[in-house]
């Protein structure tokens, strides 16, 4: 007998992410459900993560301060401020321990 209700596929990725964002956004979607109701959070999470991962990138190939003064560029900002914003896209999406760190393909 066949099923009547066929499983719904996962949203299209949005094509105004980042080629980062949309490498996250395939991830994620292979392990999460995704309903339409969550493409927003989603996308939101996933620029997120490849605006985070632009910024970690970036102070580690430049370190954190300006030419070892004390002056702390502004990466350090940009990336708390989006890590700050995945864990909280994370736990809309039922993708965070309860600690609020996001669980990796490892955690379950």
Known sequence: MVDQQKEKKTPACPKWLMPEAKAEWRRLAKRIKVTDEDVMI?????????????????????????????RILPYVSVAQTYLKLMS???????????????MNETDE
């Not at 989603?42 to 004390?70: K, M, P, V």
């Not at 909280?88 to 996001?102: P, V, Y």
């Open 42 to 70: 989603l996308a939101g999470y996933c620029q997120s993560y490849a605006r985070w991962r632009e910024a970690e990138e970036y102070i580690t190939e430049h370190g954190f301060d300006n030419d070892n003064t004390s």
């Open 88 to 102: 909280s896209f994370a736990k809309q999406l039922g993708i965070a321990s309860e600690t609020g760190e996001i």
